[in-house]
């Protein structure tokens, strides 16, 4: 059963020649893990952007199951996490009747030790440790489906390697679906069973990870393959 | 702790003395000055400092320390006012002018675009015509031209957070527009508004002084420093000694709020005063 879906979704910006999104259409099953992957500019994080409703189709439209609770995780924790926050008050935010153990719970799914963080500002802690805490923040309200744009693009090595951890770690723990957007197959490989391949607002490949990263049908998916390995 | 991190340094500290003792002298002022206001003495005009007078007198014959004394309390009045009600409807224009409506936002861009090309002194004029000069037209005229300064100034970095994903996300999760702009975009931009409404205030005694000598400002029976300064000015090339009381004080107050705004922008915020974040800055990240 799909809790999410895009039908045949076209987006146009005022003053460009060529559509964002062009006949989109994908959906995400209950449970399942779902990466969407494509260079620069292909439309990933505009079809994340109308589907949690951020931006209006041009046509088409965006099924959401009921009921389905969505967490969202932007790509850069910097600019995704008020500075002039706590870690504590971030993860509470906008969800009645969190108290400290759920903090403590949504932190410790994610690695992170609510003693040492709770109460330290985002400048005081490394790009992982932020981009965890905002992993913690989309997890406290107990979703159903989590989002993520490019989770793992703004942070080192390290910290990619931790933000990797904790997402398989959550996605092998809670009951919830994932779409993530990414441009890094290998990371695509680890985080999703399923994989949408974008180019230039189009859908040109989707089908399971292993299937698609071993047998691309596509060019285009052959040489994102290709570029990966390089 | 604000005020601990505050008294730590010398800018800190010794703006804030001057400003308690000025507030001090300002209430004694209301209970005790060394003469009545309306005290002279014509046969002691332009009399040099003495035991008598400490700081002389003035042309009138009175009390110069006895004007100064009063005048701290309508200076300060006058300050404290200016700086609440530049706050008040500065951030007000601020909150109005990043609207989550685009409507709102653009009528009142526009409102504050046009207003701003305004003189404090044609406001000045505009609310003194009907009731004549008093502190009060004085208040509102500073207060009305620094709080669209103040809104010109901080409406870009207010913009700025009102774009960001923490603002994002907040409206996500459902948090009002009141919420979001009191908890998420006024904080980025205290910084800003400190120092704009410490500079107003500052500049607030600088403008009463200039409003009072155009005979716009506080009236003529009531003592402020703008008062003493513009009374002593007309013989200045005379009696030069009898504006050096008024103008030091006008000069030192002007420059301990300057320094005052800047040291409260640092020590208010967490992002520069590490006592705030509970001194844990310096532990190993990961």
Redesign the interface.
């Known amino acids: 059963m799909s809790i999410l879906s895009l039908n045949h979704v076209t987006k146009r910006y005022r003053g460009s020649a060529l559509p964002a999104l062009d006949d989109v259409s994908f959906s995400v099953g209950d449970g399942e893990h779902v990466a969407i992957v494509g260079e620069s500019g292909s439309g990933k994080t505009t079809s994340l952007n109308i589907a949690?409703g951020?931006d209006v189709p041009s046509s088409g439209d965006v099924q959401v199951a009921e009921p389905t609770t969505t967490g969202?995780v932007?790509q850069?924790p910097a600019?995704?996490?008020?500075?002039?926050w706590r870690v504590e008050r971030i993860v509470r935010?906008?969800?009645p009747g969190v108290g400290e153990a759920d903090v403590r719970a949504a932190l410790e799914a994610v690695s992170l030790d609510y003693d040492e963080l709770a109460?330290?500002?985002i400048?005081?802690?490394?790009g992982?440790?932020a981009q965890r805490v905002a992993i913690a923040?989309a997890l406290v309200s107990h979703p159903t489906l989590l989002v993520a744009d490019e989770p793992v693009s703004a942070v080192d090595v390290?910290?990619k390697k931790?933000i990797i951890e904790s997402l398989r770690s959550v996605q092998n723990e809670r009951s919830l679906a994932s779409l993530i957007v990414l441009h890094d197959l290998g990371v695509a490989q680890q985080l999703s069973e399923r994989i949408i391949v974008m180019q230039a607002g189009r859908v040109v490949e989707d089908g399971a990870t292993a299937e698609v990263l071993a047998h691309p049908q596509h060019r285009y998916t052959a040489q994102l393959i290709d570029a990966a390995r390089w | 702790m604000i005020l601990r991190s505050l008294i730590r340094r010398w800018d800190g500290l010794l703006p804030l003395i001057f400003v308690v003792l000025w507030a001090l002298v300002g209430l004694v002022s209301l209970l005790w000055t060394p003469y009545a206001l309306t005290d002279t003495d014509g046969y002691s005009v332009w009399a040099a400092p003495s035991a008598a007078h400490v700081l002389g007198t003035d042309g009138a014959g009175a009390d110069i320390a006895t004007w100064l004394m009063a005048g701290s309390a309508t200076e300060f009045a006058i300050v404290v006012a200016v700086i609440a009600l530049t706050a008040v409807l500065g951030v007000g224009g601020v909150a109005l002018s990043v609207a989550h409506s685009a409507r709102v936002r653009s009528v009142s861009v526009l409102v504050i675009d046009a207003l701003i090309s305004i003189p404090t002194v044609v406001i000045a004029l505009i609310l003194a015509a009907p009731a004549g000069a008093s502190v009060l037209a004085v208040i509102l005229a500073c207060s009305i031209v620094y709080a669209l300064n103040l809104m010109r100034v901080v409406r870009p970095a207010a913009a700025a957070a009102a774009r960001s994903q923490y603002v994002v996300y907040a409206r996500y999760k459902g948090v009002s527009e009141w919420r979001i702009f009191v908890q998420h975009i006024l904080p980025q931009v205290m910084p800003s508004v400190i120092i704009t409404v410490s500079h107003s205030a500052a500049t607030a005694i600088l403008a009463e002084s200039g409003l009072t000598y155009l005979g716009i400002g506080v009236p003529a029976h009531v003592a402020s420093w703008g008062q003493s300064l513009a009374t002593a000015a007309r013989f200045v090339t005379l009696h030069p000694a009898t504006a050096i009381w008024p103008g030091l004080l006008i000069t030192v107050a002007v420059i301990a709020l300057n320094i005052l705004g800047d040291a409260v922008r640092e020590c208010a915020d967490p992002l520069t005063n590490p006592l705030l974040r509970g001194d844990r800055t310096q532990e190993v990240k990961n």
Do not use: K
Not at chain 1, 79 to 84: E, G, N, Q, V, W
């Open positions: 949690l951020f969202l932007f850069n600019a995704s996490l008020d500075p002039r935010e906008g969800v109460q330290r500002y400048s005081d802690i490394s992982g440790q923040r390290l910290g931790h």
